[in-house]
């Protein structure tokens, strides 16, 4: 044997000299390699972050069980324990400048736990009580109420409003319960339950809103009640046993209908939660009588104005038997926010639109004008400054400031969208700078004549928008779509609906023909309309009679001009923050969209807007706005049928503007559908524009001084 090990030993030595000199190895493959060493490295790596994550779980653990036991113990209580659940008061909204919009009108309210051995009879005896204390009458309540009552209370002389023939089907399945239901309101005359001494009538309804009650959810009795009668009820709780007051809230909006459809409202405790988004709203833990924001800003930030719960445990008192309420939570109050609106801006451009419409009533040419809109912006930022939208029926004013946003509001524009349409031209090289065509109606085949107002000679892109040509245009886009124009001859396309589809492209570069994100539920986009099916529909495109825009859009679209190309989303919320404190915990962040690149078209569209107030078609009250304006009129061919059936003409005027020219603070756009009738008007919406921008500088200036 040891002959053997001498004989390899040095073989084994030789061989492994031999390995770590091989020539034709690498630097790697030269080096001897302990595996048994690197293994016990990464098993000791391993072990170590091991031992590292079982430590931070043992000190995870002495934390929860030690330090922290009496929180936890405290939500194992919570989540284990039925409590009633109170809403807390909502966040209050704000204009721009810290100007309270919308408050919390603190209501005291009776209401009703069950006493731990009430009986029928005992809540009857009380129902009365509460009757003859309060004094209430048949009209105290709704004559719902009443009915129900009613049929509560005399079930027998309810049952005889149904006829033998009606029970017959009833009971042959062929009428349901709740048609037996319908019947009987429907027979319940007013006369039947207008008693006003009816106290038994009064104790029902009471007592049905008694019924309602359980340990975790105190039914509300009476709603709104004085101090006094609070009082009353907290001092005699021995005699009402069972009853107490609570505190409560109610909106209260400060301006009344200003704005009134944009901050929105809630629904009340006995609305509860709307049934189209009732399994939304319980999935997040409302409950179903609850309050919720259900239109506007209210319902668009209800996250962030609803609070936290305050949480009530409801237990009894030995002896008496009777509910004690212990408060386990006090909640949180909602966030306040505020609001890109500036309110007394709001107030004097709505004056100026009541008045624009008032005045119409006088004119016999403008019979049809009877509603108008309003949106100012910041061009930099998208903040909403004021949106107004108004109705005239019958000599009243009626706000309707939510059409600024949606389809009932949106119209035929007209010649606004000129710009967007000059861009493209010189943006796809259909046009150069200072391009000239000749202004002069244009004769087709089989189609009324295509003109301007006027016959203006020969133009550049600059006059075009300065005095708004429609040949102009019109030359633009049969260039555009390979038509080479003949008089008299056939309006010949090579490529009509590949232009159309570029044309709508670049209209919703600038926010034209799509929704405009405003953070506001049910925005609406207007009337797109199908893809044109007639050349001279390309024609009536580019001048805008075609699609139909809100005036939020036509406010984007001139505030993208302004803000030199850059397109932001409109937005209303500017922040919302800790009730009673500077603490913000959201801010609406300016969002762009996108940019439009070509940075001379531009420029030389903001010319064009500009030369149109200087020099042009819009200086008629823009001129004497205290700072430069730049802008652009519309008036759009719209028809409507009336009473009679009768095909009416009544156009609509629009209009867009900037200020100032050379650093813009604020973009407006205006509509005023059917704005004139027999005889051509005046634009409906220039003295408007003017005196909206005079309105707002004037308003800077004084907050400055």
Known sequence: MSERRSIFKPRAEKGKKELLNWNGSSDILKKFVDFNAITNKRIMAIGSVISILFIIIAIQLVRVQVYSQAEYEQKLIRYTTSYQKVSPPRGQIYDRNYELLVENKALLNIIYTPAQHATDSSEWELAHKIVDYYGLTTSTYTFRDLQDAYMNLYPDETNDLITDDEWVSYYAREIN?????????????????????????????????????????????????????????????????????????????????????????????????????????????????????????????????????????????????????????????????????????????????????????????????????VAMIEPSTGEILSMVGKEQVDGKIYDKSYATYMDVGAAVPGSVVKGATIYMALNEDVIDYNTVYLDTPLHFMGTPVKASWKNMGYINEIDALKWSSNVYMFRIAMKMAGSNYIEYGPLYMNDRQGTFLKFRKYFRSFGLGQLTGIDLPGESVGYIMDEPTENGHLLDYVIGQFDTYTVLQLAKYIGTIANDGIRVTPHLLVEAYETGTTDVVYRYNTNVESVLENSKAIKRVQEGFRECVATGYCSTYLNKVSEPVAAKSGTAEAYFYDEDGNLVPSPNNTFIAYAPYDDPKVAIACIAPHSWNGVSQLNACQKVIADSLQAYFDLEENRND
């Not at 209908?257 to 405790?269: N, R, T």
């Not at 189209?276 to 104005?305: D, H, W």
């Open 177 to 373: 319960d709740s048609a037996i239901y319908q019947m009987k309101l429907s027979r319940i005359t007013n006369e039947m339950v207008s008693k006003e001494k009816d106290a038994d009538l009064m104790a029902s309804i009471v007592k049905m809103n008694m019924d309602k009650a359980t340990k975790t959810v105190p039914a509300v009795i009476l709603e709104d009640v004085s101090y006094e009668e609070a009082v009353y009820i907290a001092e005699h709780k021995t005699e009402f046993p069972g009853f107490d007051n609570s505190y409560d809230w109610q909106r209260n909006y400060l301006y009344g209908d200003l704005l009134k459809s944009v901050l929105g409202s809630v629904s009340s405790k006995k609305q509860g939660l709307p049934s189209e988004a009732m399994s939304y709203f319980v999935a997040l833990g409302y409950s179903i009588n609850e309050r919720v924001g259900t239109s506007g800003l209210e319902k668009q930030y209800e996250s962030l104005l609803k609070g936290e719960y305050m949480y009530i445990n409801t237990v009894y008192d030995d002896s008496t038997g009777l509910p004690i309420q212990e408060t386990v939570d006090e909640g949180k109050k909602g966030y306040d926010i505020r609001i890109s609106i500036d309110v007394e801006l709001q107030e004097t451009v709505e004056s100026i639109v009541s008045n624009t419409l008032i005045d119409a009533t006088k004119n016999p040419y403008r019979l049809y004008f009877d509603e108008m809109y």
